[in-house]
């Protein structure tokens, strides 16, 4: 009986690992393809699924096997339709859970952010267009290539003069790696998101799209308005000012972020903190 025990137990903690880990993947395969035109395509795949077995219970046959030729052609296709998607999820998979950046200069972390800081009040003071994408654990060897290699120090004097109208190399994004401006005048993917604001523009569809496809970190400046917006993970945080971009910018250069969480649950905890002391000072 002591045996038979131990069997059932050792069966029912297999059990619920099996369960658990198929919870998780379905969770993050969910959280990858929400908010895409995978989740749309999926929701297609699920219907189609539904009618196949209505189709076989009602022994319809002539339906069920059309059904059925599309489900095992249909593989391939999707391969194809979800291929952006498959990719985000391969990287994702690659990627370790903690966030750690490699800088070659540690001792520089202060004055890279305090340079990007200044750059970015200067341009949107002056409504000059800008984006920056910092890049982290996911090379952009890709886009580096599209642009013009500039391989120097992070400056505000640099990113400024790069990104004056009518300069050669003013139109498209500036890329970061640590303490360097790897490339400039790059080309971005554009963001698949049906479901972002019209008045978006194409600088920062485009700061979106890098980040639907990478860890990579969006900062946009707007010609229009002068406001400042930072893309992560497909999603886009608008108007924020110098004092919160600062503390999101410290906590990328950081050798390594001890707590959990993306940039974007940190920011907005930290909006609400300043909300808070403003309503009591309204009080």
């Known amino acids: ?23 998780l993947i379905t969770y993050y395969a969910f959280k990858l393809i929400r908010d895409t035109r995978a989740e749309q395509l999926s929701k297609g795949i699920l219907v189609i699924l539904v009618l196949t077995k209505i189709s076989e219970w009602f022994k319809l046959y002539t339906i069920n096997w059309v059904l059925n030729n599309i489900m ?8 194809v339709v979800f291929q952006p998607e498959l990719r985000r999820g391969l990287e994702f998979i690659g990627r370790s859970s903690s966030i750690r950046n490699n800088m070659s200069v540690k001792n520089n972390v202060p004055e890279v952010v305090t340079e990007i800081c200044e750059a970015v009040a ?56 640590g303490n360097r401006v790897v490339a400039a005048a790059c080309f971005l993917p554009l963001s698949d998101n049906e479901n972002l604001a019209k008045d978006l523009g194409t600088r920062h569809r485009a700061g979106i799209g890098i980040t639907e496809r990478s860890d990579a970190l969006a900062l946009m400046v707007s010609e229009e308005t002068g406001s400042i917006s930072i893309a992560e993970n497909g999603v886009i945080s608008r108007y924020l000012d110098l004092p919160t971009l600062e503390k999101i910018l410290q906590e990328i250069y950081m050798p390594v972020i001890e707590t959990s969480g993306s940039f974007f649950s940190k920011w907005r905890n930290l909006d609400e903190e300043i909300h808070n002391e403003e309503s009591k000072e309204q009080k």
Request: hydrophobic share 50%; no cysteine; glycine share 8%.
């Open 1 to 23: 009986m002591n045996i038979l025990s131990e069997i059932f137990n050792i069966i029912s903690i297999r059990d619920i690992i099996d369960i658990t880990i198929i919870a």
């Open 72 to 79: 095992t052609w249909g593989f391939v296709a999707i391969l």
């Open 122 to 177: 200067s341009l949107s003071r002056q409504k000059i267009g800008a984006l920056i994408i910092i890049e982290k654990k996911t090379g952009l060897n890709e886009i580096v290539e599209t642009g013009t290699k500039v391989d120097g120090v992070v400056s505000s004097g640099l990113l400024i003069n790069i990104f004056i109208p009518n300069t050669p190399l003013h139109d498209g994004a500036v890329i970061l790696k």
